[in-house]
């Protein structure tokens, strides 16, 4: 891109702006010319971030107290003349930080790429139509629309704005939102000032506005800041950083531990060489020295894991939360539901129509539910008032296009999108032409807005009268009104007691209701402001309409799952109460989990704020559906369901939801319909905006944790055992069973070909059956801190046995060394299978379910015939060739140590003490 200084966008005119720029505030850029200015200019996208050379990550896999004891034992040997061991011990922390270098990228390269897929989307005026884009496709001239909940992509000179108002504190440090305007500035107007502009990376919260990009990535405000700065990304969670911890504290304890055995055996009058030798081996044995990395290789993968089921995880540490997660809270539109609106029914004064069809086709019909017969426009002037309010209050395009499924494609909100059809099926011209001036002849708008819960627009010229529209919740747009229209279309005084027994039942059929008013515009009325229309009242009540988002089929089974699962599911939504319980009704959600037929509970948000939090915990645990309900209302549900010690999932997607996001150990967004903010906020981004897709990832959390408990519990005896070894030659005075390079090698090797394929272990079917993992329960349960212990204890005895075993032969210490040390190989392999099942027998998980597994194993038997037989591997770690008899032993050790285990899981079942792994 150029490197030309940046203009002062802000001291021009709209106009000139947009004359330098070479586009149209109107019709914006020409697809040709947008194509042209992509390729000469490039994507919007700020440059990859500048990382630490490769060599400087390489070096930092060094920087570990274990590694420095290591190298210092490596040059420590040198000295001594032992260059063989060193060049060994040396070789082996070499290949561990190669290992932990390729882990540590292929992790982040993993996550970044789930970071890329997420794409910021924007709306562009292109040759006079909107369409959503990737930002990155954004070029110089490009007109874009944002509003509340958009992240700002690129610089804007703002050409027209509606009560903008923009977070720019990431920019300028300015703690709150700032209001936007489009005057012309002077040209010393200092950045946090210029309020004509919007700057990519801020934040909408409130508003709309249309603006021309007149700077795309690098010459961006937030771009050039970026060029300075260089970031890492922490692939740390709560349980890489309690291993690590742990790992630290065990370090120390070790140390201590090979401290006193050397003074032991100097005290006994062996030689410094042969103790120093068993306290490096004995530092090197029993340190978990590649827990910490491989914890969070798995973790990865199970990211990959869950993005293959349209759950993108954000953050590392939301695999191990979503194990625990006990409470959803899930929205209901487009979450819960197909997000396909299909008006149902209106209700205007005291008849109640019927609309046909289905979907966004507008074939169908208007028909009275008394009579069932086909509406004349003409003989029902209010329901056109209605349908031609909902046409005007209406930020929706139906177009068609050949190759959908439906032959429409929508732009806009699906509710909005569903009035449009709904008129278009009463077959009255002036609907159509209502729909075809409605933002040409709009001068003034309330743009809807939760707090608000009502839109409101002011249209004047063409063939429509000056009118002002309203259209929101019943509560609120019946407020504004003084007066209501009869079916005849004559007015009189508004029966709020009617009104809202007519919404009760349309919303006890399950249909979102939505209230329409409006009046004639005042002479001279040029603008509409939320303050004029509330105060103003005046409005005349036009009718009700109801319309329904089915549930998804899917979202259906997968609410069954979660209450299989022990997963309490609740529906949050802004709709009528009824209407939420209808919905909550037909998916199965329940405060008792008593499934589908059973009554949900419902809480307003109007309740709520009447239950002092003190009490609100208790309600919100009996309550199944939360209806009317603010943001900030979402925040408090979140803090008093944690107050319970519940670990809380919750889903959001406009920028007032990022607060509740944040406060929930799992924040959700939607990944079509959630705002940039909800996904900054967010730990996890549905791609598809499915709550099957959170019943998923909460199933492949489950998964991957206890996949990764495995590992452990597999991994930290061949830790404990060989340590035990080392510690029993020195207590007994004889030679070193296992040598340090034998240490590091077992390590290393078991690890990674044994260990690993345990993450490709198969989901256990029951996984979704049983009740979420307490968060404050211990990895190591008491059965499984004495499993490990009785493992450390059978490795011992298998690898010490065999070496004296070996002795007594008459054979010399390399071949017993090397008995000893395929002993623990062997025996670790047969752990292997007992460990695919922590408390249930062996023979429950399917013998051929993990390829990898089979592979691993298939690669450690050819590694360690090497280590036992190849010249090249008897020359660097002092081993030697085994006999048949030796093999035999080694694997009835290996057997016997898969037996013992498997009966010490059938003893503990017996006594009722089995558990679920």
């Not at 509003?147 to 000179?157: F, H, I, K, M, Q």
């Not at 990009?213 to 300075?228: H, K, N």
Request: with cysteine.
């Amino acid at each position: 891109m150029s490197s030309e200084p940046s203009r002062q966008w802000h001291a021009l005119t709209a106009d000139d702006a947009v004359r330098e720029r070479s586009s149209d505030a109107q019709r914006g850029l020409s697809a040709a010319e947008a194509a042209e200015r992509l390729r000469r200019d490039g994507p919007n996208q700020i440059s990859t971030r500048r990382q630490r050379p490769w060599w400087v990550r390489l070096l930092l896999q060094f920087h570990a107290p274990l590694i420095y004891i290591l190298l210092a034992a490596s040059l420590v040997t040198l000295l001594l003349g032992e260059r063989l061991d060193s060049a060994v011990i040396f070789a082996v922390v070499l290949v561990n930080a190669l290992i932990g270098y390729v882990q540590e990228a292929r992790a982040v390269k993993a996550i970044d790429a789930l970071a890329r897929s997420m794409k910021m989307e924007s709306v562009v005026v292109r040759e006079g139509r909107r369409a959503r884009i990737d930002a990155a496709g954004l070029v110089v001239g490009d007109i874009v629309a944002i509003e509340a909940g958009d992240r700002v992509p690129a610089d804007l000179r703002l050409l027209l704005a509606r009560e903008l108002h923009v977070d720019e504190s990431a920019l300028t440090g300015e703690s709150k939102a700032v209001s936007k305007r489009c005057d012309v500035l002077d040209d010393a107007t200092v950045l946090a000032d210029r309020r004509n502009m919007a700057y990519a990376g801020s934040l909408v919260t409130r508003g709309t506005a249309l603006g021309l990009v007149v700077e795309t990535a690098d010459r961006t405000e937030v771009g050039r800041i970026s060029g300075l700065i260089a970031a890492a990304d922490d692939l740390a969670t709560p349980l890489t950083r309690k291993i690590a911890s742990f790992s630290k504290v065990l370090l120390w304890v070790i140390l201590a531990v090979a401290a006193a055995s050397f003074l032991v055996g100097i005290v006994r009058g062996r030689e410094a060489m042969e103790m120093f030798m068993a306290s490096v081996a004995l530092a090197v044995s029993a340190i978990p020295e590649g827990l910490p990395a491989a914890v969070t290789v798995m973790l990865a993968i199970g990211v990959g894991h869950m993005a293959a089921r349209r759950a993108v995880i954000r953050r590392l540490p939301a695999v191990e939360a979503l194990g625990s997660t006990t409470v959803i809270c899930s929205d209901k539109t487009g979450t819960l539901t197909q997000n396909q609106m299909t008006v149902r029914a209106a209700r205007v004064g005291a008849s109640e129509y019927v609309f046909t069809g289905s979907g966004y086709d507008p074939a169908g019909e208007v028909r009275t539910a008394a009579e069932d017969r086909q509406v004349d426009a003409s003989s029902h002037p209010t329901l056109v008032d209605l349908l031609r309010c909902a046409v005007l209050c209406n930020d929706a395009a139906l177009h068609r296009e050949d190759g959908t499924q439906t032959g429409w494609r929508i732009e806009g909100d699906p509710t909005e999108a569903a009035l449009l059809v709904a008129a278009r099926k009463l077959g009255d011209s002036r609907l159509n032409a209502a729909a075809a001036e409605s933002h040409a002849h709009r001068v003034g708008v309330v743009p809807f807005e939760s707090e608000r819960q009502y839109m409101g627009t002011l249209h004047a010229g063409g063939a429509v009268p000056p009118l002002v529209c309203v259209k929101g919740s019943v509560e609120r747009v019946l407020g504004m009104c003084d007066h209501a229209a009869a079916t005849d279309g004559q007015i009189g005084p508004v029966d709020p007691d009617a009104v809202h027994d007519a919404a009760t039942r349309l919303a006890s059929q399950g249909l979102r209701v939505l209230a329409f008013a409006q009046r004639d515009a005042v002479p001279g009325e040029r603008d509409l402001d939320a303050d004029t229309l509330e105060r103003s009242r005046g409005l005349v009540f036009l009718g009700l309409v109801g319309m329904l988002d089915p549930p998804r089929e899917e979202a259906i089974r997968a609410v069954a799952a979660c209450r299989a699962a022990g997963v309490r599911v609740k529906m949050i939504t802004g709709d009528h109460a009824a209407t939420a319980a209808s919905i909550a009704g037909m998916m199965g959600i329940d405060a008792s989990g008593d499934g589908p037929g059973a009554a949900p509970r419902v809480l307003t948000g109007a309740q709520m704020a009447a239950i002092p939090d003190e009490r609100l915990p208790d309600e919100a645990e009996s309550t199944a559906v939360f209806a009317r309900m603010t943001p900030e209302q979402k925040l408090r549900l979140v803090k008093a369901l944690q107050s319970r010690g519940h670990i809380v999932a919750m889903t959001g997607d406009g920028v007032n939801d990022a607060p509740a996001l944040k406060q929930a150990d799992i924040g959700v967004a939607m990944g079509i319909a959630g705002t940039e903010a909800a996904k900054d906020a967010a730990d996890m981004v549905l791609a598809d905006d499915n709550f099957a897709s959170i019943a998923a990832a909460v199933e492949e959390g489950r998964a991957v944790f206890a996949n990764l408990v495995k590992f452990i519990v597999w991994t930290l005896p061949t830790n404990g055992g060989q340590a035990l070894v080392i510690i029993s030659g020195v207590a007994m005075g004889t030679a070193l069973p296992i040598l340090p390079t034998h240490a590091l090698y077992v390590n290393m090797a078991t690890a990674v070909l044994l260990g690993i394929p345990l993450v490709f272990e198969a989901k256990d079917p029951e996984v979704m059956s049983r009740p979420p993992r307490d968060p404050r329960r211990p990895i190591f349960t008491f059965e499984l801190f004495m499993r490990s212990g009785l493992v450390s204890i059978l490795l011992c005895v298998a690898s010490a046995g065999l070496f004296h075993w070996e002795l007594a032969r008459g054979e010399g210490e390399a071949s017993a060394r090397t008995a000893a040390v395929t002993a623990i190989v062997v025996a670790q392999a047969f752990y292997l299978f007992s460990s695919r099942a922590l408390l249930r027998p062996a023979w429950a998980v399917p013998l051929l379910s993990n390829g990898w597994l089979w592979a691993g194993i298939a690669a450690m038997a050819a590694l360690q015939v090497a280590f036992v037989h190849a010249p090249f591997m008897n020359a660097v770690f002092h081993s030697a060739p085994l006999d048949g008899q030796a093999w035999t032993r080694i694997f009835a050790a290996g057997a016997a140590v898969l037996v013992i285990v498997e009966a010490e899981k059938a003893i503990r079942c017996l006594l009722g003490a089995g558990g679920e792994a």
